[in-house]
């Protein structure tokens, strides 16, 4: 069993920057940010391969940046110049494979899901 937990959300006016981590048992495998907002589906913000390799969705590329801090075990989501949109859950995942880190939620991809850390920005 994988325990993932994540901090480090919180309100924040738009415009402004959080950067939520992640607190993993070990970083060997893909990782990644999702986030759901009130009334919609779980999308995948950016995720990233055991080797460092990161994709992100077109919403959020140029504005957040994924990373893993390997001797703490950490994975960190740098988020810039906030949006209103942005207000969700933001949950970090852990996939079955080491190199296949696909933005799509789905459970044949990524096995371990923390509980989410709210992120809500205000216009």
């Known amino acids: 069993q994988v325990q993932l937990v994540e901090s480090g959300g919180g309100p924040v006016q738009a415009g402004g920057s959080l950067r939520p981590l992640c607190s993993a048992p070990r970083l060997t495998y893909c990782m990644g940010w999702f986030r759901q907002a009130p009334g919609k589906a779980r999308e995948g913000a950016a995720t990233i391969t055991s080797f460092g390799i990161p994709t992100y969705a077109d919403s959020v590329r140029g504005r957040f940046t994924i990373s893993k801090n390997n001797p703490k075990n950490h994975l960190d989501l740098e988020m810039g110049n906030l949006k209103p949109e942005g207000t969700a859950v933001y949950y970090c995942?852990?996939?079955?494979?080491?190199?296949?880190?696909?933005?799509?939620?789905?459970?044949?991809?990524?096995?371990?899901w923390g509980h989410g850390t709210q992120v809500t920005v205000s216009s």
């Open positions: 995942a852990a996939g079955y494979s080491s190199y296949d880190c696909p933005l799509t939620p789905q459970i044949n991809y990524w096995a371990y």
